[in-house]
């Protein structure tokens, strides 16, 4: 499994399993409807949580979750259930995870991770309940909207990876917060695909006219997927760093200080070269490409493919230039 769907499956479930926790047995199809996951692909995540609990992971100390008859019941493991002991530094990183799961799309703000929270802030002493703040975009109030109501929108997206401003048609399905940043997920019609848009890179955003019956909205015979399927599937996706349009691949060697682009990026293949690693990713473009040999420096050298080998050189020249212009 890659490690951005291991990612964003652990992030679901740290959302289920409390809120089941509190219900007793649930329906799979309201858990299937508040979570926007199809029931086929609920119940495999669900059966993941049975593993869970703490060493030496014995049937004691596991999650215990029941799945019978179109319904799941899910409990805590006994030693789960027992008070931990925290320093302060724990209990305030311990509230600051909290409060951030909150502000997902699909938490209960009413519900058990919410209570703990608040007795947890009790504890550490703070007078105000710690607060988690993502700034907002000026355009996310109208892209969350949109996306509520399955509204068509035209916007103008600047595509940072080819750097350069895009038209699109698109039709939203989620806005959820990752990593510090506001994105809309969303059928793009430009693509014919499932797309994620940083808001703040959406310079305007206007509804577009519906579709209309010879034009039809995406069909399952344009490899589109249905509202629910494209929600799971964006959720799936979150935190994948990769580019979605037009990407091509590149090989790299990094130096030991470089290995981090081994795990922020989904690589193609990586091999041992002595004490470097050749590696192989794929990019949207050159100006995404540059931004990364910048950050790199001489610690990345681009083997191929050969013309773009002077790209990082022509960049930094490119922003000298522009650094003395600015002087």
Do not use: N
Not at 307 to 316: K, Q
């Amino acid at each position: 499994m890659p490690v951005s769907d291991a990612g964003s499956r652990l992030r679901q479930l740290l959302l289920l399993v409390p809120w089941l926790a509190g219900r007793g047995e649930v329906p799979l199809e309201d858990v299937a409807a508040r979570f926007h996951i199809p029931e086929h692909e609920l119940v495999p995540l669900l059966e993941r949580a049975a593993c869970c609990g703490l060493p030496p992971y014995t049937p004691d100390v596991l999650v215990d979750l029941v799945l019978s008859e179109g319904t799941v019941r899910v409990e805590p493991g006994r030693q789960l259930d027992r008070p931990r002991r925290l320093s302060a530094a724990e209990g305030f990183a311990l509230s600051g995870a909290a409060r951030a799961l909150l502000a997902l799309p699909g938490a209960d703000p009413d519900g058990p991770l919410a209570s703990a929270a608040a007795k947890l802030d009790a504890v550490l002493g703070a007078r105000t309940p710690l607060v988690v703040e993502v700034d907002e975009p000026p355009l996310l109030a109208a892209a969350r909207a949109a996306a509520v109501r399955r509204e068509r929108l035209a916007i103008v997206y600047y595509a940072a990876t080819r750097d350069e401003l895009t038209e699109r048609v698109v039709d939203p399905i989620a806005v959820y917060t990752f990593e510090g940043h506001w994105y809309l997920d969303a059928w793009c019609h430009r693509a014919r695909g499932l797309r994620h848009f940083r808001v703040d890179r959406i310079r305007s955003l206007d509804p577009a006219p519906p579709a209309t019956a010879a034009e039809g909205s995406p069909s399952a015979a344009e490899g589109s997927p249905t509202v629910a399927g494209a929600v799971a599937s964006a959720m799936a996706q979150v935190g994948d760093p990769l580019p979605a349009d037009d990407a091509s691949v590149v090989t790299l060697s990094l130096s030991p200080r470089a290995r981090w682009v081994c795990d922020t990026y989904r690589t193609s293949s990586v091999q041992e070269d002595g004490d470097r690693l050749v590696v192989r990713l794929a990019v949207g473009g050159p100006a995404w490409l540059e931004r990364l040999l910048l950050r790199l420096g001489p610690e990345a050298i681009l083997l191929d493919p050969p013309e773009l080998a002077d790209l990082a050189g022509r960049a930094a020249a490119r922003v000298r230039r522009l650094y003395g212009d600015a002087r």
